[in-house]
């Protein structure tokens, strides 16, 4: 059975920085790509940021240069550090394993100005 339990996440101020975590298990981590998504009412789940078995990586043009993903093989845990945070930043971020589909439970990110 494959789960994925997201941690972090909360409220911040504008400018502020934040750090979430994805644990999964169920899965031979190391070998999977893990992406990170998010989502606000209203709109589809977009991509935010990915990470290959290998350490290869790749943003959405709206957070590149500000967030970064990140791997632990070790602790089957993928990390999304999200800096300088904007208020349109806000949304429920989603950890995701590709091959298989699966998704953690989402975690709520606000971003007040």
């Known amino acids: 059975q494959v789960q994925l339990v997201q941690s972090g996440g909360g409220l911040v101020q504008a400018g502020e920085s934040l750090r979430l975590s994805c644990a999964a298990s169920g899965i031979w981590f190391s070998i999977n790509a893990m992406d990170w998504y998010r989502q606000t009412p209203g709109k589809q789940r977009e991509f935010v940021a990915g990470?290959?078995?290998?350490?290869?990586?790749n943003y959405a043009d709206s957070v590149r240069g500000r967030f970064f993903v990140s791997r632990d093989n070790a602790k089957n845990t993928v990390y999304l550090q999200m800096n300088s945070l904007k208020p349109e930043d806000t949304a429920v971020y989603y950890c995701?394993?590709?091959?298989?589909?699966?998704w953690g439970q989402g975690t709520q990110v606000t971003v007040s100005s």
């Open positions: 995701k394993v590709p091959r298989g589909g699966y």
């Open positions: 990470i290959s078995s290998g350490g290869s990586t």
